[in-house]
């Protein structure tokens, strides 16, 4: 059993790290691969308020969303418009260098130890069905259902949602219909890179402050989009939570090693059996 | 000038291979100890991103799994070595195993793209340590393996790895500015542009990794020849980084390029040693900059450069396509007859195409004319075999097309248009339409990598034949011109020519008119009815109901995927079911459209 | 007679990165009048209605919307001033429901207009209230061009232009368009109309703008309308 929650835990940070993902692919069309970074910069915040400066960890929160919000808007600004137009292999290659870049950021400021991080819940422990619990877990958990499913509904049935959804498809369209497209997709940006640094201190009791978080978990997050369906939240509460489990039960039967390695193979299999997804839609044909 | 005029003519490969010579004379000229090694590395990551490129920048493909092909080298050259096997059998051992990694990684990789392959690509790298260490016994697991003994010296390395890149590097640019290089180029622009005209898209893109993963692993066992060590540590996802940070600023779309990027990366890493620690930040910012900025990065602004040193006219699109005029003499299409017997097409419950019979023959113009979603242009794609019939049969002269896979249906004669045109970027009309024969006369990859005179013989050919169609629609006078900046209308007939390059049986013309001004639709008419004439079957979808009347010999009616109606033009316009369900009501008498004249017959 | 009108483009010039499309172009739009824009392929037809939209910039001339000077305006405020724009090929949301669609061409209004507007679309196209559920990219091509016309009327516009709305569709469906489109010119809407089909838009026009290589080479309305033949003869090539 508890092999099974620390799965859901971990698979919980897959699904925040992948609705996330969602967030900016809805708002703009674009895979930011650079997403996790903004979780990572929230835990060494987190890190860094409790102690090196001895302060709450709810000072963390807002700082974590500033700080994520501004550098989203830098790189929509950056690294996103300016390539908008030129292609898909340009885009590849400017997220992968914002992510590098911010990578690299982050281990010239805090080094390349591994830190822990007091998060805003304490670690107190409970016993639920028989199985250690702690608080810190459970807010986890929490905040990724409420994040994701609140996410959810809101796209599919508020206006602004969907004209979300009506940009990703076609820009020009949004904005002869009155959209100010420039602004969804910062805002995008923003918010997810917000939503994404302020989870540091929530995050950080499980994830640790690393400067190599977000290498792993861009691909496992990536994963769960795609076992979800690209674009879907609640798909990204399944994909993530059914990835966690999974890897949780083979480290425990198979081995540290084989994980990454089953993971690889797990992957390979949705995106050729099933690439839209448990509930994203089939593209139509394009001939 | 004297000199320029005199540079302008000898071949464009005479430079590079003066300065690859020099190149390998280097440590005999003057190198010294420390810059020979760091002309070393340059070499072997340049075989490296070299390979990158043609994946990279030529198919498309963002695949990152050179590292682990360079990896693998790595571990079986040292693995051989540790046994005993000599330098030479070592190498070859390691790339024929990433070879053989390549096929493997490559085949769920061909039905990938975009972001599903890169990530794909990027998780195989980072399973290196882990498959190192189930491997344990043999690969020394996280410790890493060690060769003694049997060592060549620094210049002997140095050797080794300058003629591995000059080799590669011109076997590669020979590929890429041939035929084949073209037509991964095709395939980047659309896949299902290649299937049409006949290429097989899971085999480009096979033998485009497989091509990659061979340096990728020749340049893992020099790695292991120059430092007597491997170990999981010297494959990561940085590695792979700095490799597209250089084939970035290289030029993705250049294999000369490649020595450049690498070059400048080498030499910033090595001289600044504060670079070190800022190598992640720097690396990242390189890719945004590069991204943003260089699209063709440092071989794009040299190419520019070059272009205003030679001065090559920067030709401005004509935005008007001319007028046609008459051309001599046309040349036979072969057409054949094509037979479509009561074919039925069910999508999931949506009978898309019910029961329909259709036949159109040599010399002929059919037309094919119906509201949308009637089920036009799922007969087009059930006769081109991008679909499969649910029941009923298509014939094409002998040859049975039910069943026959898309490129194949191609490859036996099918030639089309489509309703957008497809055309690749970086490529001249002349080479457009000489795309048409690339599927049926390819000169094998040896032949293309070697040069050797089969290669040129197929290449003459290919261009004449294709001047002499772009003759035929007018278009001659656009050889050389890029095909993508053109305006529509010429970019349509761009096509008719291609669909008319490989000496169809076959034409498929899917609302060729849409977008065209009254002016350029004559002028199409003329085009279509010189094809008819000159023996080409010709099967026309179009709802300029004008132009289908004044050119076609026949016309079938659909309605809801059924046959509505078939006959004359003059008969389908006195039709009153027609008249009802597509035109909306009965023309009066001085509406109706003369039965077909040759347009243009003066 | 021309102080009025709704729509005035003056001297426009614009075009594409490092190709300028049109020259100095002058036209105007009268409420419950058709203005036809004539031409050959890349003459600028579809550069001008783009450009008076506010999504290509100008490069010298001015656009005017009732009087008002909207030329530096970014398109989506434009349209917040009754411009409304309804591009070639049939350019809706696919992946979105016919309902969907229609909201989002409702995007700037206020909540309460915007489900009137809604019931009001619902009436005048009512096979679009048929299939209000299904995914706009399951519609056949002439419900396509219909949902889009319907989705730029919501707020109602003060004027509509349309690019090339017959392209692609059969001969009946482009009876309906036009049915449509004199049908809001009866309503006082201001219709600018860009269209390949000749004698089908001479049918419906009250002022005719021919454009050649970028440029206005005549212009007229009812009685002074430049003859077509010659045109035809002259620029298109026809025989």
New interface residues.
């Given amino acids: 059993m508890l092999t099974v929650w620390l799965g859901i835990c971990t698979g919980a940070v897959y699904t925040l790290v992948a609705v996330g993902f969602n967030m900016v692919f809805v708002a703009s069309g674009t895979f930011n691969f650079a997403q996790p970074q903004y979780l990572v910069v929230g835990t060494f915040i987190a890190y860094t308020a409790v102690f090196t400066w001895g302060l709450s960890p709810w000072i963390a929160l807002p700082a974590g969303l500033v700080i994520g919000a501004v550098s989203g808007i830098a790189q929509e600004r950056l690294a996103i418009r300016p390539v908008a137009a030129k292609g898909i292999n340009a885009e590849l290659v400017t997220m992968v260098g914002w992510a590098t870049a911010m990578e690299g950021i982050v281990l010239l400021i805090w080094g390349e130890n591994p830190l822990a991080v007091n998060g805003v819940a304490s670690n107190s422990v409970l016993m639920v069905f028989g199985t250690r619990v702690t608080v810190a877990e459970i807010v986890i958990v929490a905040f990724t259902l409420a994040v994701a499913l609140g996410l959810h509904f809101w796209s599919h049935r508020s206006l602004l949602g969907i004209a979300c959804l009506a940009t990703s498809e076609d820009r020009d369209s949004a904005m002869l219909r009155g959209i100010n497209v420039k602004l969804l997709g910062v805002g995008a940006f923003a918010v997810a890179g917000g939503v994404l640094a302020l989870a540091g201190p929530i995050a950080g009791p499980i994830t640790f402050a690393v400067y190599s978080f977000g290498n792993t978990v861009v691909l496992y997050a990536f994963l769960a989009m795609a076992i979800g369906g690209f674009g879907h939240n609640i798909g990204a509460v399944v994909g993530g939570i059914s990835l966690g489990i999974f890897q949780s039960e083979i480290s425990l039967y198979l081995g540290d090693k084989w994980v990454d390695i089953l993971t690889f193979v797990l992957l390979l299999v949705v995106l050729l059996a099933r690439p839209q997804g448990l509930f994203g839609q089939r593209r139509e044909r394009v001939i | 000038m004297r000199t320029l005029a005199i540079a302008r003519q000898l071949p464009s490969w005479l430079w590079p291979l003066i300065a690859g010579l020099a190149l390998v004379a280097g440590p005999w000229i003057g190198l010294n100890a420390v810059w020979t090694r760091q002309l070393t590395l340059i070499a072997i990551y340049t075989i490296l991103v070299a390979s990158l490129n043609l994946t990279f920048g030529y198919a498309g493909l963002f695949s990152l799994g050179q590292v682990a092909m360079y990896a693998l080298g790595a571990y079986v050259t040292a693995i051989l070595m540790v046994h005993g096997w000599p330098i030479i059998p070592s190498l070859v051992a390691a790339m024929f195993a990433a070879g053989v990694l390549g096929v493997i990684t490559g085949l769920p990789g061909l039905r990938l793209a975009g972001w599903g392959l890169g990530m794909t690509s990027f998780f195989l790298v980072i399973l290196t340590p882990d498959i190192a260490q189930v491997f344990q016994s043999q690969t020394g697991g996280l410790f890493g393996l060690a060769i003694f003994g049997n060592a060549l010296s620094a210049k002997g390395v140095y050797l080794a790895c300058a003629i591995s890149m000059v080799v590669v590097l011109g076997l590669l640019r020979n590929l890429v500015s041939s035929s084949f290089g073209n037509s991964l180029r095709v395939l980047r622009q659309s896949p299902v542009l290649a299937t049409s005209l006949g290429l097989n898209v899971h085999g480009l893109k096979l033998k485009s990794f497989i091509l990659s993963s061979i340096p990728a692993g020749l340049a893992g066992g020099l790695y292991v020849i120059l430092d007597h060590y491997v170990s999981p540590d010297s494959f990561d996802l940085t590695l792979g980084v700095l490799f597209i940070a250089a084939s970035v600023l290289g030029g993705t779309e250049s294999i000369y390029g490649a020595f450049f990027g690498v070059a400048v990366i080498q030499f910033l890493t090595w001289r600044v040693t504060a670079f070190q620690q800022y190598s992640l930040v720097a690396y990242g910012l390189f890719l945004v900059l590069g991204g943003v900025l260089f699209s063709r990065g440092i071989a794009g602004i040299a190419r520019d450069f070059g272009n205003r040193i030679t001065r090559k006219a920067i030709v401005v699109p004509d935005r008007l396509a001319p007028r046609l005029t008459t051309p001599d003499a046309i040349a036979p299409i072969p057409g054949q007859l094509l037979q479509l017997t009561e074919v039925t097409k069910d999508f999931q419950g949506n009978r898309a195409v019910d029961d329909v019979s259709l036949t159109a023959g040599p010399g002929q113009v059919t037309g094919l004319v119906g509201p949308n979603g009637s089920g036009k242009t799922t007969l087009l794609n059930l006769i081109s075999g991008l679909y499969q019939p649910t029941a009923g049969d298509i014939v094409l002269g002998e040859q049975r097309l039910r069943g026959v896979a898309p490129h194949r249906v191609a490859r036996g004669g099918v030639a089309r248009t489509f309703q957008t045109p497809i055309i690749p970027a970086g490529m001249t009309c002349l080479e457009v339409v000489a795309s048409a024969g690339y599927a049926n006369d390819a000169p094998g990859i040896l032949a293309t990598m070697l040069r050797l005179p089969a290669c040129g013989r197929a290449n003459r050919s290919r261009r004449t034949s294709a001047l002499e169609t772009m003759r035929l629609v007018g278009i001659e006078h656009l050889a050389e011109q890029p095909a993508s900046g053109l305006p529509l209308g010429s970019r349509r007939r761009v096509e008719v020519a291609r669909a008319l390059a490989g000496q169809p049986r076959l034409v498929l013309l899917d609302e060729p008119a849409s977008g065209l001004d009254e002016g350029e639709v004559d002028d199409l008419a003329l085009v279509i009815r010189r094809v008819a004439d000159a023996g080409g079957t010709v099967i026309l979808v179009e709802h300029n109901f004008r132009m289908v009347c004044e050119v076609s010999d026949r016309i079938y009616v659909l309605e809801s995927g059924r046959l509505l109606a078939q006959g004359t033009p003059d008969e389908i316009q006195r039709d009153e079911a027609v008249a009802a369900s597509y035109l909306g009501q009965l023309p009066d008498a001085e509406e109706i459209i003369p039965h077909p004249n040759p347009v243009g017959s003066e | 007679m021309s102080s009025d009108a709704l729509l005035r483009v003056e001297s426009l010039s614009a075009g594409y990165r490092d ?1 300028q499309a049109i020259w100095e172009v002058d036209l105007t739009v009268q409420a419950g009048q058709v203005t036809v824009l004539l ?5 600028g037809k579809s550069t001008t209605l783009l450009t008076i ?1 506010g ?1 290509l910039r100008t490069l010298g001339g001015r656009v005017e919307l009732g009087g008002e000077d909207i030329s530096a305006r ?3 405020l434009r ?2 001033m009754g411009l ?2 309804v ?2 090929n049939k ?6 429901t016919v309902e ?2 229609l ?3 409702g ?2 209004m206020r909540r309460a207009e915007r489900q009137k507007a809604l019931r009001r679309a619902y009436e005048q196209f009512p096979i679009l209230l048929e299939r209000r559920h299904q995914l706009a ?1 399951a519609l ?3 419900q396509q061009q219909m949902l889009a016309i319907a ?2 009327l919501m ?1 109602q516009p003060r004027v509509i232009m349309l690019d ?1 709305p017959s ?9 309906d368009v036009f049915a449509t489109l004199t049908r809001l010119r009866d309503e006082g809407v201001g219709v600018l109309l860009v269209e ?1 089909l ?1 004698d089908q838009a001479m049918a419906v026009a009250d002022r005719i703008v021919l454009l050649d ?1 970028g440029r206005v080479v005549s212009a007229g309305a009812g009685a002074g309308m430049p003859d077509i033949d010659k045109f ?1 003869g002259v ?5």
Avoid: D, H, W
């Fill in positions: 190709l031409g050959r392929n890349g003459a939209a999504l970014p398109a989506r349209t917040k409304a724009l591009r070639e350019r809706i949301f696919r992946q979105r969907e669609n909201l989002i061409g995007f700037i990219g056949s091509g002439g989705q730029a707020p090339e392209a692609g569709l059969a001969p009946a469906i482009v009876k390949q000749v290589q035809r620029y298109l090539g026809r025989k």
